[in-house]
């Protein structure tokens, strides 16, 4: 249900209780949510309850979602502040989640095409998860979701200028953790 | 603020050149091929953060979020329904109690057939010379 329905459409219904409703929005929008979390988070179980509360809030706040901005720009803020703190969560138990050293990426196993290209993502994945969460923030937002730079500025509540520049530096961070793996 | 060459090719990426910079980082690329190469290396770094990114849950997200909305909703109405049974039983409480005191205030005031407030209490009026006067004229030495 809901393909051919507009998001405003299936809101509204939601609104009214139609759970079908709510449901077609949580699977058309799971993959930008999960792009979100899963980019701040890792690819963990805790990346999948942040998803789920991702939505809940989203149920919990239908009755005053007026659709002032796009739906999906108010499910990636959500998604965005419950995933910081998350984070700020991890960093307070001092979970080793991310702090695992790189060079333990060539553990994974090696079988064909399929298994090379899930170790790159893996590779790539934890190298954004070394970075620092502002950092994480605005590369998750801009590279992962493709957001533009005005509306990573709108979502994340900083100045433009201070986008372009943590989005400098994390590139060139990345491309320092990278360069080993995918040469240089 | 005179931004160096490696800051403008990573912003060039953003779109957020000014007509000179553009116009230098161009020039700029065409002089140097250790820079072309370093415009591929970033054009590939962002290629392969945007197409590395699960862009997925677990299967069946959508029905585990159903789920966890309904069991929320349920949770909370188990608690409203506790929330009502407490109101009605402490209403109970409230109205019995309310009632033996309208009952005793009443008592009060047919005992003494005083219908003042304090006759209502029970309390005893008392004057002030009364109170002075009372007839406890006992000594020290009587107490001893």
Redesign the interface.
Known sequence: MGDHLTDENLVRRAQEGD?EA??AL??RY??LV??TV??MLG?CPE??DV??ET??RL?RSLKNFRGESKLGTYLTRIAINLSLNELKRRKRRKSLFFQKPIDEMHDLPDEGADAELDE??EI??QA?GRLEAKFRSV??L???D?YS?EETARILKIP?GTV?SR??RA??K??EL?TPY?G? | MKKNIS?LL??SF???LTEDEQQWLKEALEQSAQLRQEKE??A???G???S???????PF??????R??TT?REAKSGLQRFSESLQLAFRRVALVGATVILLLLAFNIVRTGDVSFAGALGIPQETLVEVLESPFDATVEDLL
Do not use: C, W
């Open positions: 759970h709510f449901q949580v699977r799971e993959s999960a792009g899963i980019g690819n990346a999948d998803g789920q939505f809940i149920y790159d993502r790539v994945q954004i590369v998750v801009r590279l992962i493709g730079t433009i372009l989005l400098s590139q060139k990345l491309k990278l995918f240089a | 800051e990573y912003l953003d779109g957020q290396r970033i590939a770094l962002r392969s953060i945007s590395g990114a699960p862009k997925s849950f677990r997200f959508a029905e585990r979020v159903m966890a909305i929320a």
